[in-house]
């Protein structure tokens, strides 16, 4: 079913016009359906919206989205905005992207189509209000009330609570799901982190963010070498920091088991670390401690916990697939699915009584920097034969005006001293313009490269951008950060 024959064979279609998308869609929403069997999933949505999951071929204008938009989400590849669509009847998310892969992208989106999988109706083409520049492009999207489980860790936090497990275990289900389907697409997601789980208005989750999402290049029919490697340093594999890396399956893999133990913590890993401190110590083995969670007398939780690390096993081959994953993940939400309602309706009530300033709202966009509210959790790591304590192998992080003024009071030396400068740009790639990067690349030796990134991408990009590229050499160039450190 996915050989490559198969696979041209949908491209063909999907070239065609209407009708023939929304057979292409059911045609894989059935498929996929029949996989999760009893798994049933109840939409929160009207029955008009699911028929229009379909990328549309006529432009979603101005004239078919209400002039009120409010921001819910900023990152590295553009501005989230909730909104109305006037004729659908119901609000949307309108993503406007920095860059220019949002056909790309949305077209991403659709061939994902599923459940658990964030909905896309249209290309936005139009001129916002709220913005001062010329026509843009964007991708409309689902609109997902509850934000997401970054979002829900937080107002729980706030509340002195957790998730509870029955929802916890069903996020775990619900987000297995999704990637299972990606991946028998052939898509890696490449960014799986609580930010990127969307929550709808009963809690059900859907993946998000497609930025980085690419074809495996393990996949049949695929093209080894034609993937980039993206993703936030806390939930990316070991072997992701290597500079010869193509991505594959197992990296996705790896994020969830980091995801899972984020859920059941109900945290970030690694809340204060500095980046290239944590890069050196995840390649030597250091996971997030998982004493605390083998401790509970919860039913389930032991055996989660173990696919948990057998996920972020440093060694990819070791990893299983999300077609097993799905499997352990639905015999314990099983085990819990009778107590879901009220788990469900807690959590909601929380989220009701929060004030304004608390409420949950989503966050699709992916973030140049680490989210600048730190949890307040004390983290312990395990390793393979040793534990460590956080604030023993890291420093706080500098924040993004920190990083920015070390890069312009260091512009000399990292002139002279950056060797590894493509990968370095290539991690930044998504903001900057195409012209740009063709300059950069063009240019003879790696002082001249590094130059016109600074002069160029970086001047206009700001205090964001200049952080970005400080966390792109801690990444690719440790060593010259941690000289001019010392």
């Known amino acids: ?215 495996s290049a393990t996949h049949v029919g695929s093209q080894p070498g034609t993937g980039e490697t993206g993703g936030t340093l806390r939930y990316m594999p070991p072997e992701s920091f290597e500079l010869s890396y193509k991505p594959v399956r197992n990296f996705d893999v790896y994020s969830y088991g980091v995801l899972l133990w984020s859920i059941f913590m109900g945290q970030e890993p690694f809340p204060d670390a500095n980046v290239c401190a944590l890069t050196i110590h995840i390649k030597k083995g250091t996971r997030p401690k998982c004493e605390d969670l083998y401790s509970k007398p919860v039913q389930g939780l032991r055996e989660l916990t173990d696919l948990m690390k057998k996920c972020w096993d440093g060694e990819p081959s070791n990893r299983p697939a999300f077609s097993e994953i799905i499997e352990e993940t639905e015999s314990v939400f099983l085990m819990h699915k009778q107590k879901i309602h009220e788990a469900v309706n807690d959590v909601v009530k929380i989220l009701d009584s929060s004030d304004s300033d608390q409420q949950s709202e989503p966050s699709v966009a992916q973030s140049l920097t680490p989210a600048s509210e730190k949890p307040v959790f004390n983290d312990v790591v395990d390793h393979p034969a040793h534990q460590h304590q ?24 990292l002139v002279q001293n950056i060797s590894e400068v493509m990968p370095i740009v290539d991690e930044l790639k998504p903001s900057i313009h195409q012209e740009a990067y063709s300059r950069i690349l063009h240019k003879d030796t790696s002082c001249r490269k590094v130059r016109e990134l600074y002069e160029g991408p970086l001047r206009a990009g700001g205090k964001k951008l200049k952080a970005a590229f400080y966390d792109a050499i801690v990444k690719h160039q440790p060593a010259t950060i941690e000289d001019l450190d010392d």
Request: with cysteine; net charge neutral.
């Open 1 to 215: 079913m996915h050989n490559s024959a198969s696979v041209t064979s949908v491209s063909s279609m999907r070239t065609s016009n209407d009708q023939q998308h929304m057979v292409w869609n059911n045609y894989f929403t059935t498929i996929f359906e029949q996989e999760t069997q009893d798994f049933q999933v109840a939409s929160c949505v009207p029955e008009t919206q699911q028929k229009m999951s379909v990328l549309s071929r006529e432009p979603i204008g101005d004239d078919l989205l209400d002039s009120k938009w409010t921001s819910i989400g900023e990152g590295g590849f553009g501005e989230v905005y909730k909104t109305r669509h006037k004729k659908l009847g119901f609000d949307v998310a309108v993503k406007l992207l920095r860059q220019s892969p949002v056909y790309e992208e949305a077209e991403i989106m659709e061939k994902a189509s599923s459940p658990f999988v964030l909905r896309v109706y249209g290309i936005y083409h139009g001129r916002p209000r709220m913005l001062d520049g010329g026509t843009t492009h964007g991708i409309v999207m689902e609109f997902m009330e509850r934000g997401c489980i970054g979002s829900l860790q937080t107002a729980l936090r706030k509340a002195e609570r957790h998730i509870p497990w029955p929802l916890a275990f069903r996020l775990a289900h619900e987000v297995a799901l999704g990637m299972n389907f990606l991946h028998s697409k052939g898509l890696l997601h490449q960014d799986l982190k609580p930010n990127n789980v969307l929550l709808n208005d009963v809690l059900k989750a859907k993946l998000g963010d497609f930025g980085l999402c690419r074809t």
């Open 390 to 413: 956080i604030p023993d192998i890291v420093e706080k992080e500098k924040t993004v005006k920190e990083k920015a003024k070390f890069i312009d009071d260091n512009f000399a030396y």
